[in-house]
């Protein structure tokens, strides 16, 4: 009987991505046949649901990016979630905490978001970056803006990803340390 209950457990997790798959086809079907019978509403509304199930599948897809806990450190499930685009513009966010002893890790992912466009003109502006007690370093050979004071890593990747590594206390090190065990091909 355990052995039934394993085998249609696995099936079922092997089988959900697909599903997914086949819903967000249906959805984009629904919305081609609402387009050619003139229902451009209902059009729209399918085409929304279908780019919020691709939207949803990325935001787990994207958990793969966080590094496991470094030597000595604990780590948090990775929450992860994506917003449509009434809500801060859309696109998805990711965050998981690393701990050890009092100090912490924060590192939060937002992609495909609108918003990161302003935020690639602070990465180009030095003397913004140096007026809020800033510097300019690189994490896997991508700019990125250090505030020791705080301490705070600001990492964008291709325009459209960007991570914030925040800690408490003196962790400069292990900031750096977590940017770089990023796997930012999971992108």
């Given at each position: 009987?355990?052995?039934?209950?394993?085998?249609?457990?696995?099936?079922?997790?092997?089988?959900?991505?697909?599903?997914?798959?086949?819903?967000?086809?249906?959805?984009?079907?629904?919305?081609?046949?609402?387009?050619?019978?003139?229902?451009?509403?209902?059009?729209?509304?399918?085409?929304?649901?279908?780019?919020?199930?691709?939207?949803?599948?990325?935001?787990?897809?994207?958990?793969?990016?966080?590094?496991?806990?470094?030597?000595?450190?604990?780590?948090?499930?990775?929450?992860?979630?994506?917003?449509?685009?009434?809500?801060?513009?859309?696109?998805?966010?990711?965050?998981?905490?690393?701990?050890?002893?009092?100090?912490?890790?924060?590192?939060?992912?937002?992609?495909?978001?609108?918003?990161?466009?302003?935020?690639?003109g602070?990465?180009?502006?030095?003397?913004?970056?140096?007026?809020?007690?800033?510097?300019?370093?690189?994490?896997?050979?991508?700019?990125?803006?250090?505030?020791?004071?705080?301490?705070?890593?600001?990492?964008?990747?291709?325009?459209?990803?960007?991570?914030?590594?925040?800690?408490?206390?003196?962790?400069?090190?292990?900031?750096?340390?977590?940017?770089?065990?990023?796997?930012l091909?999971?992108?």
């Amino acid at each position: 009987m355990k052995q039934f209950r394993l085998a249609l457990t696995l099936s079922a997790l092997l089988v959900a991505p697909l599903t997914l798959a086949d819903e967000i086809t249906d959805a984009v079907d629904e919305a081609v046949s609402a387009y050619e019978n003139g229902q451009l509403s209902e059009a729209v509304s399918q085409l929304d649901y279908a780019a919020d199930l691709i939207r949803q599948q990325k935001a787990e897809a994207i958990k793969a990016v966080f590094p496991e806990p470094l030597s000595g450190w604990d780590a948090s499930d990775i929450e992860s979630e994506a917003a449509g685009g009434m809500m801060m513009g859309g696109g998805i966010s990711a965050e998981r905490e690393y701990n050890k002893g009092d100090a912490y890790i924060t590192i939060d992912l937002v992609t495909d978001s609108p918003m990161l466009q302003s935020m690639m003109g602070m990465l180009n502006n030095p003397s913004l970056i140096t007026m809020n007690g800033g510097k300019l370093i690189k994490i896997q050979g991508h700019k990125a803006i250090l505030n020791a004071q705080d301490p705070e890593i600001i990492l964008i990747i291709n325009s459209n990803a960007m991570f914030t590594l925040s800690a408490n206390g003196d962790s400069v090190d292990e900031l750096k340390a977590y940017g770089e065990a990023l796997d930012l091909d999971a992108l």
